[in-house]
C-alpha cells in the first residue's frame, strides 16, 4: 500500500497539468469529465496534507498528530482554474497518533470524495543507561604500571566491603570495550582486566599483564612475556604469543602462533597453527598446516592441509595432506592417524624408508579422512556512529550526542560567571548546591564581599527541562556540597576543576549531575565524598559527568579517598592515575589507567536512570490506504 502512495504521489505531481488537458475533454464528455477532474482536486487536497504534515515533521519530530495538524489549512483550490476546489475534515482519536482524512473535490457540479488512513509511527526504541556497558573507550583502553579493572556491586555496598556471607564486595564482572575501526587494547606491566573484552581494533599484551575473563578482537591480538588470558580467545584476524597462559581455547581467522603458552583448551584457525613448547590440552582445527615443535598435545589434530611434528606428542592426527614427523620421539598415541598426502616418517636408523603409516589404514584415499568444516570467527560490530535500535548487539560511542546536549544547556547560559571557592585556611571556604541555588553557606570574609547567591535556570538536557546552576568555571579549592536531600544539575561552560585540600560531599539521597564543556580534574588532595551506594532510591547515579570536551579533558590525578563517579565524555581522552582508585564507570574517547587504584566498575550503574536516555528512529507518517465514498 504504501508502494502504491508513492506512485500516486509521483503522479500528484502531474495532477495540475492533467487537470488542465482534461478541461477540453470535460467539454465534450460532461459529467465523467467532470466527475474525473473533482477526483484530481480531492486527491490534491490529499496529497496536499501529506506534504504539509511531513514539513512539519521534519520541523517538529517530538510533536503527537494532533499538535501537528494545528493551523493547517482545510481547504484549496487549483490556481488558475475556476470551479475546481477541495476540503478537508479531519478526524484524529486523542493520543492515537491515527488520522483520517476526508477530501472533498469539486468541479462545478461534479464532486467526489476520497478517504484517506494515516498513522504517525515513532519508530523501534531502545531505552538503557547510558552507563551500563562497564569501562568504554570507543578509540583506546591503556592499561599500565600495576592499573587494573575490576568490578563491585554498590548495592551490597562499598567496594571492597566484607559481606554477610563473609565474602568481599570485589568481583571479575567488568566489561572493557573499544568501538571504532583501528583502536587499541593496550595492558603493560602488571595491569589486569578482571572480566571480558571486546576490542574492534588489535589488542596488545605485554610483560605479566592479564585478562581474566574472554577476549574478543576485529583486529590482531598479540601477547608477550608471561601473559594471561582466563577464558577463550577469538581473533578476527590472527593470535600470536610469546609465554604465559590460555586457560580458554584459541579461535582466529588467519592464523594461531604459540611459543612457550599453556593452552588449557583446544585451538581452531581458518589458515594455520604453529606451535612451539609447552601444552595444548584440547583438539586442533585447522584450514591450514598445523606445525608442532616439542608440544605435548592432549587432542587430536585436525587439518586440511599438511601436519608436521618436532618430538612430543599429539592425541590423533587427520590430515587431508602430507604427514611427517621429523623424529623418532615424535609420537601419535595409539597409532590414530589418518592422512591422504604423502608421509615422512622419521626412523632410529638412516635410510630406513618403511614403516607401517605410509600403509593403510594410516594412509587413506580422498576424500577421506573426514575433518569437521572449520567455523569463522564472526567480526563484532563497527561503530558507524548511528545505533540500530533493531539489532540489541549494536552499539555505538555517543548515543546521547553529547556535543549538541551541551551546546543546548550552554544557549541558557549567556551570562553564566566563574565560581571560586577559595580555600582561606582554617575557616574554609563552603559552597552550598541546592536543586535551584548555589550559594557561599560559609564566608570568611567580610559580608558586603560575599557573591551573590546564583539561582538555577530551566534548560532542557537529555530530554528533560530542568532546573541547572550554570557557571563559567569553576576552581574548588575550598568545600563544595550538596545540600541534603536535593538533586543538583551543574553546568560549567569552562572548566571544572578542583586542587590542593579540596573537598566534594554528596550526602545520602542526594547526587549532583555535573555538565562540563571544558576540563575536568580532580587532583592530587582532592577528595569526593559520597555515599557507598552508587545509586539514589530514584535510581540516578550518586555523582554523574558529561563532558562535551574534544581532547585530553578528564583527569583523575588523586584524591584522598577513592572518587565515585559515572563519566560519560564520548569525545574525550580520559586519564586516571590514582593511587587510591576510582569507583563507578568511564565512557571515553580513550581511557588511560595507571597507578596502584585502577578503577572499579559498579556494576550497579547499568541500572542508572539520567534524563530519558531513548534512542529512537525517526518518527514516520505511514499511509495506511484509502478509498471513494
Known sequence: MVGVLVVSMIAGGLVLNSMKDNITQERLSGNFQKKTNARLVAEKGVFDTYNYLNEQLALHPDKSLEQLLVGMETAGNVPGLAGMAYALTLETSAGSNTLGLQSDGVRFDGKTVLKA???????????????????????RVAISGSGKIDSYNSVLGDYGQILVDGSQNIAGNATVRTLNDNDLVELSGTGKIDGNVFAVGNVELSSSANITGNLYSNGAIHMFSNSTIGGDVFSYQHYFQQNGIVSGSIHANTYVKIEQTKVEGGIVSSGYITATGESIGGAMLANGDITLRQVSALGI??????????????DGVKAKQNVSLLTTNALINNDNLAYAGVGSFAKEWSGAPDSDYLNPPYKVDP???AIPVVPPVEMLPIDDGVLDVSDPNDMTCDPLGIENQVLIVEDHAPHAKDLDVNDTGADTTVYTLSHTLGE??????SPGSKPTPIAARTAPFIGVDQPI???????????LEVKPGHHVVMFAKGN????GASSLTIPENSSLTLIVKGDLIIGAGAEV????????AD???????????SGTGVYITGGVEQVYAAIYAPLTDIAISSSVGFKGSLLGKSVTVTGDGGVHYDEAIGDAEVGKVTVTSPPNLVFKGWQSL
Open 539 to 549: 535510581g540516578l547515579p550518586v555523582f554523574s559527568i558529561f563532558s562535551s570536551y
Open 301 to 314: 589434530a585436525q587439518t586440511y592441509g599438511n601436519y608436521s611434528q618436532y618430538e612430543g606428542s599429539v
Open 469 to 479: 546552576l550554570m557557571y563559567d568555571n569553576a576552581n574548588i579549592k575550598g568545600k
Open 440 to 445: 557561599f553557606s560559609r564566608w570568611p570574609g
Open 529 to 536: 565524598i559520597t555515599p557507598p551506594h552508587g545509586l539514589t
Open 496 to 499: 571544572f576543576i578542583m586542587s
Open 117 to 139: 488512513n494515516f498513522k504517525l509511527e515513532t519508530g523501534s526504541s531502545t531505552s538503557s543507561s547510558a552507563f551500563g556497558r562497564g569501562i568504554v573507550g570507543c578509540d
Open 367 to 369: 576424500p577421506e579422512p
